[in-house]
């Protein structure tokens, strides 16, 4: 499985970016997928993640409200859409999926990572 991400950029407080990410594999094998990321001198964060099963999504309680995961299973992407952007929601976003059936806000269970993206929100 290898994961592409792109759509990270610079934004002004309160603006939107959306993220996307691109999933090849080489099976049908079901798996969850989402988005975490990493400011400097902080360690990797959930930020939010889609499961495959169709369970609800799982929002970090620091975006809940201002950004929506969604999933096209046909095209498999995962998309994150950010709107009322902060200055520090700033970090390396991240693409991962996970095959396994372990807990979806364990970062340790994700098998396959994106190469990441950077956001910057700043004025």
């Known amino acids: 499985v290898q994961l592409q991400a792109s759509g990270g950029g610079l934004v002004h407080p309160g603006g939107s970016l959306r993220l996307s990410c691109v999933v090849s594999?080489?099976?049908?094998?079901?798996?969850?997928a989402g988005w975490f990321r990493q400011a400097p001198g902080k360690e990797r964060e959930l930020v939010a993640i889609m499961p495959w099963r169709g369970d609800r999504p799982v929002y970090s309680n620091s975006v809940r409200g201002r950004f929506t995961i969604s999933r096209h299973k046909a095209a498999d992407t995962v998309y994150l859409q950010m709107d009322s952007l902060k200055p520090e929601d700033t970090a390396v976003y991240y693409c991962a999926a996970k095959t396994n059936r372990g807990h979806l806000d364990k970062i340790a269970n994700y098998d396959y990572w994106g190469q990441g993206t950077q956001v910057t929100v700043s004025s």
């Open positions: 594999r080489h099976s049908s094998s079901a798996y969850d």
